[in-house]
């Protein structure tokens, strides 16, 4: 009974009995003392445009290097890298890479920063806090594509060493999160207030799902929360859905719904909206202020880059974001 441990790490706070694992499948309390199973221990490893992130705003046309382990805090059935975050460490492979190694390797290729993505970085803190230490030292940038579901505590201090964060917003009510995803809106929302506050650069990622949650009353709400909570600059990216893993029933999200989507979002105030996973419009930068065309995108290329020194090229106004 003594080795009961209590994980603080997410939201889920796992009680956890002499060897058994949590919820993640990444920590194992051994004694009482908590271990993880997946440090230094990435089953993916990628040099990535950080536009595959999504980041918008950040470093536009450089390279990433993304590390991922085994496992997540999460169950959505919409996940797209299910194989591995859904899996046991030890049902995937995966390259021995501490910190160290990490950072070199970025550094080797002519990455400028290192992403911690694909699964949820949340599983890997520890690896991931310590990369991001060492990384600062050689000026190379931090950024986390996360779900968000993470205790303050960890949060904060994390997050002197982290750059910039895309968020998963998924939906905008707690029934979504408990029954598609297995959490809680809350605790999500709490981590975007807590990272603006900490001065990370923050952009969110919205998937919209058919049925699920594509009401554009709903959307309207989560985009006025975003204006008021962390005001009009934070770019949002509305993400196309295809049928995957436990959803294979619902359709692709229609084109219209995604261009309503973004109507109500900058209805609400908010100045970037994107929309991804969709090929046509909606990936392109234009200065809030004249209209210009700044950042023009096909894919994950860049084609071309009008903001110079943080500002529009045309009429000078600062753009939000990290450019340099
Ligand atoms: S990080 Fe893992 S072990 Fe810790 S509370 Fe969350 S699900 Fe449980």
Same mark, same amino acid.
């Given at each position: @009974?003594?080795?009961?441990? +209590?994980?603080?790490?997410?939201?889920?706070?796992?009680?956890?009995?002499?060897?058994?694992?949590?919820?993640?499948?990444?920590?194992?309390?051994?004694?009482?003392?908590?271990?993880?199973?997946?440090?230094?221990?990435?089953?993916?490893?990628?040099?990535?445009?950080?536009?595959?992130?999504?980041?918008?705003? %950040?470093?536009?046309?450089?390279?990433?290097?993304?590390?991922? &382990?085994?496992?997540?805090?999460?169950?959505?059935?919409?996940?797209?890298?299910? $194989?591995?975050? $859904?899996?046991?460490?030890?049902?995937?492979?995966?390259?021995?890479?501490?910190? *160290?190694?990490?950072? +070199? $390797?970025?550094?080797?290729?002519?990455?400028?920063?290192?992403?911690?993505?694909?699964?949820?970085?949340? /599983?890997?803190?520890?690896?991931?806090?310590?990369? *991001?230490?060492?990384?600062?030292?050689?000026?190379?940038?931090?950024? @986390?594509?996360?779900?968000?579901?993470?205790?303050?505590?960890?949060?904060?201090?994390?997050?002197?060493?982290?750059?910039?964060?895309? #968020?998963?917003?998924? *939906?905008?009510?707690?029934? %979504?999160?408990?029954? !598609?995803?297995?959490?809680?809106?809350?605790?999500?929302?709490?981590?975007? #207030?807590?990272?603006?506050?900490?001065?990370? =650069? !923050?952009?969110? &990622?919205?998937?919209?799902?058919? &049925?699920?949650?594509?009401? !554009?009353?709903?959307?309207?709400?989560?985009?006025? =929360?975003?204006?008021?909570?962390?005001?009009?600059? /934070?770019?949002?990216?509305?993400?196309? %859905?295809?049928?995957?893993?436990?959803?294979?029933?619902?359709?692709?999200?229609?084109?219209?719904?995604?261009?309503?989507?973004?109507?109500?979002?900058?209805?609400?105030?908010?100045?970037?909206?994107?929309?991804?996973?969709?090929?046509?419009?909606? $990936?392109? &930068?234009?200065?809030?202020?004249?209209?210009?065309?700044? /950042?023009?995108?096909?894919? %994950? +290329? /860049?084609?071309?880059?009008?903001?110079?020194?943080?500002?529009?090229?045309?009429?000078?106004?600062?753009?939000?974001?990290? =450019?340099?």
């Amino acid at each position: @009974m003594g080795d009961k441990v +209590r994980c603080e790490l997410c939201p889920t706070e796992c009680e956890l009995d002499n060897y058994q694992i949590g919820g993640c499948r990444t920590r194992i309390n051994k004694s009482g003392v908590l271990y993880s199973l997946v440090y230094g221990k990435p089953c993916s490893v990628a040099i990535d445009p950080i536009e595959k992130k999504p980041f918008y705003h %950040f470093l536009p046309a450089t390279a990433a290097f993304s590390i991922a &382990t085994a496992g997540c805090v999460l169950d959505c059935k919409f996940c797209q890298n299910y $194989q591995i975050s $859904q899996a046991r460490p030890e049902e995937v492979d995966h390259k021995d890479l501490p910190p *160290a190694d990490v950072v +070199r $390797q970025a550094l080797y290729y002519g990455c400028r920063s290192i992403t911690y993505t694909y699964t949820e970085p949340t /599983v890997f803190y520890e690896y991931m806090f310590d990369t *991001a230490k060492l990384a600062r030292d050689f000026k190379l940038k931090n950024t @986390m594509h996360t779900c968000g579901y993470i205790n303050s505590r960890p949060l904060r201090e994390l997050a002197p060493f982290m750059d910039a964060a895309d #968020v998963d917003l998924k *939906a905008f009510t707690e029934d %979504f999160y408990s029954r !598609i995803c297995g959490g809680r809106l809350r605790p999500v929302l709490d981590t975007l #207030v807590e990272l603006k506050k900490a001065g990370v =650069w !923050i952009e969110i &990622t919205n998937l919209v799902i058919p &049925t699920l949650n594509d009401d !554009i009353k709903k959307i309207s709400e989560m985009t006025a =929360w975003i204006v008021n909570n962390l005001g009009r600059d /934070v770019p949002l990216h509305f993400s196309r %859905f295809f049928p995957y893993y436990k959803l294979k029933n619902l359709p692709p999200t229609p084109p219209g719904t995604l261009s309503d989507a973004r109507k109500a979002a900058l209805d609400s105030g908010l100045r970037y909206v994107y929309i991804g996973n969709l090929a046509g419009g909606g $990936q392109n &930068t234009s200065c809030h202020k004249c209209g210009r065309l700044l /950042v023009e995108r096909s894919g %994950f +290329r /860049v084609n071309q880059n009008n903001i110079i020194n943080g500002r529009c090229g045309s009429c000078g106004t600062g753009i939000p974001g990290v =450019w340099g």
